[in-house]
């Protein structure tokens, strides 16, 4: 059983910063790449950042610049760094792995989302 478990989300000024945190945990035989994917209100579910196993990442252009995604394989946990927040960064955030589990075939997980409200 492959469990991803967010946090970190909340409400902030625009101009400011939150840290996303994914934690993961089960039987985990390889990883291929993680992710942060987030959905607004009545919008579909977008990539906002990824980074592979080796360390390769890339980023929406709407957070360019803004967002740094960063892998602590210690602590079996991704983050998302997020500065310079906007209002239009307002949704819930969903971590994402692609990874094989022990004695499965490669899948994709999905964690169960954490909101993030850019306001004033």
């Known amino acids: 059983q492959v469990q991803l478990v967010e946090s970190g989300g909340g409400l902030v000024q625009p101009g400011g910063s939150l840290r996303l945190s994914c934690a993961y945990s089960?039987?985990?035989?390889?990883?291929?790449?993680m992710g942060w994917y987030r959905q607004a209100p009545g919008k579909q579910r977008d990539l906002v950042a990824g980074i592979t196993t080796g360390g390769t990442t890339n980023y929406a252009n709407s957070v360019k610049g803004r967002f740094t995604i960063s892998r602590d394989n210690a602590k079996n946990t991704v983050y998302l760094q997020m500065n310079s927040l906007k209002p239009e960064d307002t949704a819930v955030y969903y971590c994402i792995a692609d990874l094989r589990g022990l004695g499965m075939a490669r899948d994709t997980y999905w964690g169960q989302g954490t909101q993030v409200t850019v306001s004033s």
């Open positions: 089960g039987s985990i035989f390889s990883i291929n790449a």
